[in-house]
């Protein structure tokens, strides 16, 4: 009796034992499942971004520069971690919506009509229909949709004013416009970093976020400070 009480105990043990190591197996099957998936959506998303790139010589590297710039603001502001993934993700894509914006618009040597500006500015709400049937993509859409919002209400596509613009567009505006200015164009070339610097300092307030210039003015700072040491 004794001895098939400790043989049933050792087989519930190994039972256990089994059931548990399936478990943590399957945990990880689940893990490398989702690590390719992850990577296989990062993929796509660089392809969409890659897309957009040919379409223009004046456009390529300016979403991964803005990534960058938006991912530093956004650690520099010490904001929580799957945040700052979204906003990083979303400065990728937030000129996605330029693949339905014409050739001839994004490569115009001069200075664009009123009616062709009008085209441009479509960009963020077709970006954000583009993206709107990608569940993954959901929190970030707002980013990209309004990301040409300004704090005083006169930017696009809404008119959005202080904070009903999301911080995160709020973000790529800055580091959107500091990339802008500090790249050629097809109709100027680019102002350089003294003049982007001057205009984030005066519309502070007014086109830009204040925390959000002072995030950022503090990276570039340290910035010049390490290339001057």
Known sequence: MYASSISEMKNRELKAKNGKDAFFNMLEDINESYEELEDLFLKLVRVMINVLDAKSPWTKGHS??????????????????????????????????KIGTSDYLLDKPGALTKDEFIQIKKHPSQGAHILKDIKQLKDIIPYIEHHHEKID????????????????????????????????RPYRPAPGLEFALNELRTYKGSQFDPEVVDAFLKILSRSQNNSSG
């Open 153 to 184: 209400g006169s930017g696009y596509p809404l008119n959005l004013s202080g904070d009903r613009i999301p911080l995160g567009a709020k973000i790529l505006h800055v580091a959107d416009s500091f990339d802008s200015m500090t790249s050629d």
């Open 64 to 97: 991964e520069r803005v990534s960058r710039y938006a991912e530093a603001i956004a650690l520099e502001m010490d904001i929580d971690q799957d945040d700052i993934k979204d906003i990083k993700l979303a400065g990728l894509l937030h000129d996605i919506g």
